[in-house]
């Protein structure tokens, strides 16, 4: 589990591509204090297994199913990634829960500068806005954001200058992709509901919700 708050951005060093498969090397810095074999990382909001580690670089399979549904296909060396370690028990939890299962991708449509923000305009599937409420949280390549406004097909976001300084955020331009992971509460309220005969829109509206 992972709080979408990141560590640091790391950068690609190698691609090994197989048929549907890839092996990334990825450098870094802070993370390595306490990294081990089979740990978990998010890089840009995937969760990737350790596989390998030497001095600061690590290595990470990534599978058809992750290729299909992330970004990671479209890396290439010398890209910027961003880097959070799983979150320790004892550790604050300055965000939201951010699982590193993402749900799909969306793309940059509008970046506008407003004084010190800046606002970022996603365009994603129904299957993926179909999560997404106003003020809710989503995490975008692994940045724990809070949704600032929602229109038909797409969702907007307001970024501090010290998130885009710190992430791959300050990086996109409009067409960029980049990967979507909704919050998993709502996902979880939206099965129980489906799944519970008894609680329908119209029985919440009845009792006040």
Request: net charge neutral; proline share 1%.
């Amino acid at each position: 589990m992972f709080t979408g708050i990141v560590e640091e951005t790391g950068v690609v060093r190698n691609i090994k591509k197989g048929a549907k498969s890839a092996v990334l090397t990825i450098e870094g810095n802070r993370i390595f204090d306490d990294l081990k074999l089979g740990d978990s990382v998010a890089t840009n909001g995937v969760c990737l297994t350790i596989t390998s580690i030497k001095n600061h670089f690590f290595t990470a399979d990534v599978m058809n199913e992750t290729l299909s549904k992330s970004s990671l296909g479209s890396l290439t060396a010398g890209n910027g990634v961003n880097l959070e370690r799983a979150v320790l028990a004892n550790g604050r939890f300055g965000s939201h829960i951010v699982s590193g299962h993402i749900d799909g991708i969306g793309k940059v449509t509008s970046i506008k500068k407003d004084d010190i923000a800046v606002w970022y305009t996603v365009k994603t599937p129904p299957k993926i806005m179909l999560y997404i409420v106003e003020k809710g949280s989503i995490a975008i390549d692994g940045i724990s954001l809070t949704v600032a406004g929602i229109l038909h097909d797409s969702f907007l976001v307001s970024v501090i200058p010290h998130t885009a300084k710190e992430t791959t955020l300050s990086e996109k331009k409009i067409g960029s992709i980049v990967n979507l992971e909704n919050d998993i509460v709502g996902k979880y309220i939206k099965k129980f509901a489906q799944d519970s005969k008894g609680i329908t829109e119209d029985f919440l509206n009845r009792n006040g919700f």
